[in-house]
């Protein structure tokens, strides 16, 4: 079982690396830790603390901690989602720290959740339906970073290079032929 | 759907929360509405099964909102995405 010491020890050199901070706020810190903790041990994976995991890899892969909308967040709002990870300027009380949107798509959200919401949602429910089931038709696909040479296999690239910080602009599609 | 109730000396308003309970700004709305005073029932999808988890996803499509958490729905009809705290003082009329 993970323990809360080893969570933390995994977020700070996480953050160490990656030119973040942890939420300045001890209680706050401690509650997400404990979330990543929880969501461990009961799904196997650390899944997102403020999002609802559908406890299937595939489908809470883009929310395992951190999950692919951290960069872009912090980049842009100085903060993750969870404001687990924040910038040296909140960090710093520069910048206050405010709740932020959600990027992740509503459509990721819905999953399979939506028997009973049919009625309501019929185009969303068919279209989230789809696009999950196309996506593991499709399978995934190969892209790097044109600026670092990352390699990453995935459904489409990331927001922004882990490495290198490049735009999801900057990657490209590996062909094998 | 069992909601709990938090009891309190303003219950004005019938106020009804979606929560996580590992999630950071659900904690935040609800001692926000303790330290307010104000009484709500919050139900924790992430505790509870299938059924339960299709009841509320429903219920948020069904009034608009996009699904996420905290969602706070207030007397039945005006539903608030995430801790927006100026936005709740309005509404609660505190
Ligand atoms: S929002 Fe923050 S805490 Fe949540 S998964 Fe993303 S990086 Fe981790």
């Known amino acids: 079982m993970t323990t809360l010491e080893e969570v933390r020890q995994r977020v700070e ?23 990543l903790r929880k ?50 300027d909140v960090f710093e009380g520069k910048i206050p720290l405010k709740p932020i949107p959600e990027r992740r798509p509503n459509e990721k959200q819905i999953g399979p959740h939506i028997k009973s919401a049919k009625a309501f949602t019929k185009t969303t ?13 499709r399978g995934m696909k190969l892209f790097y970073c044109r600026q670092c040479g990352y390699v990453c296999f995935r459904e489409e690239p990331p927001y922004l290079c882990p490495i290198c910080k490049a735009k999801r602009e900057l990657f490209a599609e590996v062909t094998i032929s | 759907m069992q909601t709990i109730t938090v009891p309190g000396k303003n219950s004005k308003h019938r106020v009804l929360l979606y929560a996580l309970s ?37 219920d948020i499509l069904r009034r ?30 505190i």
């Open chain 1, 13 to 35: 050199s996480d953050a160490k690396s990656n030119g973040y901070y942890l939420n300045p706020d001890p209680e706050v810190l401690r509650h997400l830790l404990e979330g």
């Open chain 1, 39 to 88: 969501n461990e041990e009961r799904y196997d994976y650390p899944s997102c603390p403020c999002r609802l995991a559908f406890e299937s890899f595939e489908l809470d892969r883009d929310i395992i901690c951190p999950c692919d909308y951290r960069d872009p967040d912090v980049d842009e709002y100085g903060s993750c989602y969870c404001s687990l990870f924040v910038s040296k």
């Open chain 1, 125 to 137: 429910a068919v279209k989230a339906t789809a696009s999950i089931r196309k996506s593991s038709e």
């Open chain 2, 22 to 58: 590992t999630c950071i700004w659900c904690k935040r709305v609800k001692s926000f509405l303790r330290e307010n005073g104000i009484e709500y029932d919050f139900f924790d999808v992430d505790l509870h099964g299938e059924k339960e988890r299709e009841e509320v996803t429903a």
């Open chain 2, 64 to 93: 608009g909102g996009r699904l996420s958490y905290p969602t706070i729905i207030i007397d039945g009809e005006m539903l608030i995405t995430g801790f927006k705290e100026d936005k709740l003082r309005e509404v609660l009329e």
